[in-house]
């Protein structure tokens, strides 16, 4: 509830593959304090959880601190800075509702707009792939032939390509003010990826090269859908319960990638890319009746505009109507 929607999806990126600089680099970091082993009668592998885990905590502590849900909340901007962030997220998204509490009624609301259910489905899509990916990486990278070593170093530049590609095409989608396709070609340049590896074999260049693109596709596209799906959703408690869903169902896809990629499939591993190709076209399904009805209820709500005066299509709304309707209001335009 800080950002403009054309503003929102590199914060939204940034946050969400840090997770694949993570991957790359923190096997390196691991080696590093595993040397620790034995000190103070840790093993090396404690050693790893407790340094992490309280530098994760340190950080946490800081962030609780300084920052706050809303604008409205915050402590160490002015008076009139505050109105001037509250003014221009409203010119873009609407009130955020922050005095009115979520309520049962609230949830049940959100669950009537039968698009949510399509913003959970467009993330578990693709959630799929790239957690069979992830998980699967180290495995998939040591049946072309490589050394236990040369799987580790060999399994860091996908990720970095993952991130650098990432980044790039949130910075050209807020810059465009658009998201679907910034969710439809990244997909089908993983689905490519997936499909030369399900194909060729016996070519380990070529299909360590068809990493890549599964990492720039996937990891390019998760974090857009994230991002497209919650911004278009007024108001913080439409978010909240939105992003929930979103969220929740989404990573259930999880225990479909873990079922993937079986050491029995090895080294072809057909049915894991198989896998991930259809979830991935899934997902592009999904992304596309998305952007067709929002596209559609923009189209309606313009043309009442037209043939109606805003006077007569508010007359029944307060203030306080419209910041409970949050999207749902006349007014709301979603991104496409």
């Known amino acids: ?173 807020d810059r465009l003010k658009h998201r679907y396709l910034f969710t439809l070609i990244p997909t089908c340049v993983a689905v490519t990826g997936f499909a030369i590896l399900l194909s060729v074999h016996h070519r380990p260049k070529l299909q360590y090269a068809a990493l890549f693109l599964v990492t720039t596709g996937l990891y390019s596209a998760l974090p857009v859908t994230l991002c497209w799906f919650t911004m278009n959703l007024g108001g913080h408690h439409r978010r909240a319960i939105g992003t929930a869903w979103q969220l929740g169902v989404g990573n259930m896809g999880g225990f479909v990638s873990t079922y993937a990629f079986l050491a029995r499939d090895a080294p072809a591993f057909r049915p894991g890319y198989a896998i991930s190709i259809a979830f991935a076209c899934l997902s592009a399904a999904v992304c596309a009746a998305y952007f067709c009805a929002v596209w559609a209820e923009n189209r309606t709500r313009a043309a009442a505009a037209r043939e109606k005066p805003a006077s007569d299509l508010n007359l029944n709304l307060t203030d306080s109507d419209k910041a409970a309707l949050g999207d749902l209001s006349p007014e709301f335009r979603y991104q496409l």
């Open 1 to 173: 509830m800080w950002y403009k929607r054309a503003e929102a999806q590199k914060r939204y990126t940034f946050f969400f593959v840090a997770a694949a600089l993570a991957a790359a680099f923190g096997g390196l970091l691991a080696a590093a304090i595993g040397k620790m082993d034995n000190m103070r009668g840790f093993r090396g592998w404690r050693w790893i959880f407790i340094l992490e885990g309280c530098l994760t905590c340190v950080v946490a502590l800081f962030c609780f601190a300084l920052l706050p849900d809303f604008p409205e909340q915050s402590r160490w901007l002015t008076e009139e800075e505050r109105a001037f962030v509250v003014a221009r997220l409203r010119s873009d998204q609407g009130s955020s509702a922050v005095e009115r509490p979520i309520t049962a009624r609230d949830v049940a609301n959100v669950f009537r707009d039968w698009k949510v259910f399509l913003g959970g489905f467009m993330y578990f899509g693709l959630v799929v792939p790239a957690y069979g990916y992830a998980y699967f990486a180290p495995t998939i990278i040591h049946e072309f032939g490589y050394t236990p070593i040369g799987t580790q170093l060999h399994s860091v530049p996908p990720w970095v390509g993952g991130f650098g590609s990432a980044m790039l095409v949130a910075a050209l989608s």
